[in-house]
Every structure is written in structure tokens, then in C-alpha cells.
């Protein structure tokens, strides 16, 4: 059973904040939530982990709910080079990372 | 510049012919990975290698073969027992592979058998 529950798909307008959901409700107390990227046939891209505080970086923020049940991806001001697949990995530092299919962000103008 | 490469971008093989992916990194990581991905869907572990001369079978690994002969360089052949073996091929790293680190991903190589 997959352990990440993704939109297939979301709209963001240009400029605009993209959120990005991830259901992982199952989720164990050593587990790491990693959010990567993959822009169309190009290798993915990494953007964040956390485990329990939200995050941020240069590209992102993250989000973990109290319960840790589930987590938000922020992009804070979006632009059309966004526009790819987003991928949510639960994972344990025993485990490999497992890529789910991802929420394909569409960036409009 | 540091990195991971992969050659080449496409490669168009025969049915029933054996092809040698490369995958090569500059990184100094331990750890080395083979992924394939097929249209529409998420990316499936094929091999993985955390040190020299050591790797272990992924989700995916019937019809595949690795060697792992030196740090930077973790090469995939694609068997002729592997059934349908057209998809994009990647390959990444990191430092090492039972810790907080992320993986590097290379560019992919996209096999076509025809």
C-alpha cells in the first residue's frame, strides 16, 4: 500500500502561492516527509524534508500538521518553471525513497 | 562542475540485444542508485549499490544487471530476459543511503527496443 496519497493533478496561477497536499496517514514517529520534482524527462529534483517543525527554504515551504497525518508543499510566488511533477515520499532512514506518481502542478499565466 | 551524467540522452536498441547504461558522479557519494520510470507514472527502484563492490536488488531488479567496480561510476545493463525493457532510465546518488540525505538525480537515459 502506498504510503502517500496525492492529488493527480492542480492549477496555479502565475504569481500566485501553489499548495500542494499530501495525505500520509499511516505515517511511523522516525519518518521523514521529502518533497521532490520532476520537470517533463529530467531527473527529479529535490526541494525539502522535514520531520516534525515546518520547514523553508529557498524554493519552498513545508508544512506538517501536529498529528504529522499530513503536510503542505508551499511555492510561495509561482512561476510557469514550476510547472512539474510533485512528488510526496514518506520514508524511514532504513528505506529507500519510493516515488508514487506525484501531483502534476500546472503553472497558468 | 559536480554532478551526476548519464549517456547517452537515447538509445534505440534491438529486441534481444543487452545494453550497458551509464552512469557516472564526481560527487565523492557513497551510496548509487538505478530507477525506471515509465509514462505517467512514479519512478521504481531497480538496484542499488551503498558502497563499492556491494549492491542489492531494488522492487524491479529481474532482467537487470549492475557492477559496482568503482566509487563514481554504477553502470545498469538492460538483459534480454527483461520483457519490456522501453522507459526512462535514471540514475542517482547520495552521500550515503541510511541517513537524512537526499538523492541527486542525473539527467536519464531513454531506451527505446524496438
Known amino acids: 500500500d502506498a504510503k502517500t496519497t496525492q492529488p493527480p493533478s492542480m492549477d496555479c496561477a502565475e504569481g500566485r502561492a501553489a499548495n500542494l497536499p499530501c495525505n500520509h496517514s499511516?505515517?511511523?514517529?522516525?519518518?521523514?516527509v521529502y518533497w521532490y520534482r520532476q520537470i517533463h524527462s529530467q531527473g527529479p529534483q529535490y526541494i525539502i524534508h522535514g520531520l516534525k517543525n515546518n520547514e523553508t527554504n529557498e524554493m519552498a515551504s513545508l508544512i506538517i500538521t501536529e498529528d504529522r497525518k499530513s503536510s503542505t508543499l508551499i511555492l510561495p510566488h509561482a512561476t510557469l518553471r514550476d510547472t512539474a511533477v510533485y512528488y510526496c515520499i514518506v520514508r524511514a532512514l532504513s528505506q529507500n525513497f519510493v516515488f508514487g506518481p506525484g501531483t502534476r502542478l500546472s503553472v497558468l499565466p | 562542475d559536480g554532478g551526476i551524467t548519464q549517456s547517452p540522452k537515447y538509445l534505440f536498441r534491438k529486441e534481444g540485444q543487452n545494453v550497458t547504461l551509464s552512469c557516472e558522479q564526481n560527487?565523492?557519494?557513497?551510496?548509487m542508485y538505478w530507477y525506471r520510470q515509465d509514462p505517467g507514472q512514479g519512478l521504481r527502484l531497480i538496484y542499488y549499490s551503498q558502497i563499492v563492490n556491494d549492491f542489492q536488488k531494488g522492487d524491479i531488479a529481474e532482467g537487470y544487471s549492475v557492477s559496482r567496480e568503482k566509487k563514481e561510476s554504477f553502470p545498469l545493463t538492460v538483459t534480454s530476459a527483461q520483457k519490456n525493457p522501453t522507459a526512462f532510465y535514471l540514475c542517482a546518488s547520495s552521500p550515503q543511503r541510511t541517513t537524512t540525505d537526499t538523492q541527486y538525480f542525473g539527467p536519464g537515459t531513454r531506451l527505446t527496443v524496438l
Open positions: 499511516t505515517i511511523s514517529g522516525n519518518e521523514y
Open positions: 560527487l565523492n557519494h557513497d551510496a
